[in-house]
Every structure is written in structure tokens, then in C-alpha cells.
């Protein structure tokens, strides 16, 4: 019980020694956010596996709610939100499923354009803000889920912050499975034209559930 006690306090003293500064500034940019088209690069780390697997992939996102998930070079999967419905493609397997975009499977993806993102206060109702650190310019903040249901699926979450540019250079995502999914993004473009097209997937041939 001694233990627990210590440890506990030892939490609450880090939540209150958190950082909020960088967070409050990065994501005031977010107010004027309406699109992004960026690229990167996903590390899958799994305990079965030694090293991590690495794949190259596209990010564009239109607020509120739409976004289209590439990854692969060629694309092996799709993941395209319309706003309202998450289709989800298995490329190389002709196989698919859609699910509401407020589910845990759609939300995994999703996360970067939600409202939670336009100012501090919805940040702070939808996360549980744990640790904050500089490591040069790059503030790193650990967070987990409030959402029950989403907990399940995602049950930590890092970000890693530029503070010179105010953009976002990685997001990590810890699992309920252990594995972890961390995504370095690259050449970014704030604000671009995106083909509204792209977030209707042309599902013809597709085994779909």
C-alpha cells in the first residue's frame, strides 16, 4: 500500500510539473488548419519481431473529418474518411470493411483532425496529459485517451512537437496488443489544394463486410 501511495503521488507531481506552454502554442496554430498534405514514414514495432518494420506512406486531411491514409509504395492500405464513414482497404487483398468514423478502428487514424486539435481545453477532455519534456527544440508529450472504448485499442499516445516551426514531427501510438506505431512525418503542406475525390475510394472489385 506504502508503495502505491508513493507512486501515485509521484504521478500527480509530474502532471503538475507538465509543461503546457509548447502545447497551448502548437495548438493555437491548429486553429487555422484546414488542410494538410504530408508525407512519412511508419515503424510497426512488434514484441515478435526484433526490429522494427518501416514503410513509407501519404497523409492529406481536410477538416472536419476527412482524411486519406496511404501506406505502402505502392499503396498496400487504404484508410479514407468522407467525413462520416471509414472504408478501410486491403489493396493487395481486393478486401475491405466500413465503420462508423467515430469508432476505435476509425479513430486510430482520424485523430489528427478532430476538434480535439482546435484548442486547449477540447485537448484537455479528450486526452489525460501524463509527461511532457524538451529534448532540444522538440517538445515530447505523453498523453493517453479518456475515452473508454478508445483506451482499448490505444492505450498510450506520444507526440513530438517542433517548436521552431510549430509543426508535428512524429506520433506515436502505443496498442492494446503491445505493439507500437510510431509515424515521422516529412514535407509538409499546410493548407494545400487537396482533389476532393480522393476521400470517395473506388471500391469496385473489393470483397467488402
Known sequence: MRALLILLSLVSLARADLDLKPLETWIGKQKNLQ????EFVQERKLPSLKKPVATPGRMRMVRPGKLCWELGDPVKTLAVSDGTTMTLLD????RGM???RDSPEARQFTLLSEEAFRDLAGFQETFELVESRMTGTIYQLTVRPKDKSMRKHVSWMFLDIDTRTQELRALDLELDDKSRIRTVFSNSKINAKVDPAIFTPDTTGYLMK
Open 35 to 38: 488542410s494538410l498534405d504530408t
Open 91 to 94: 489493396v493487395a487483398k481486393k
Open 98 to 100: 466500413k465503420v462508423d
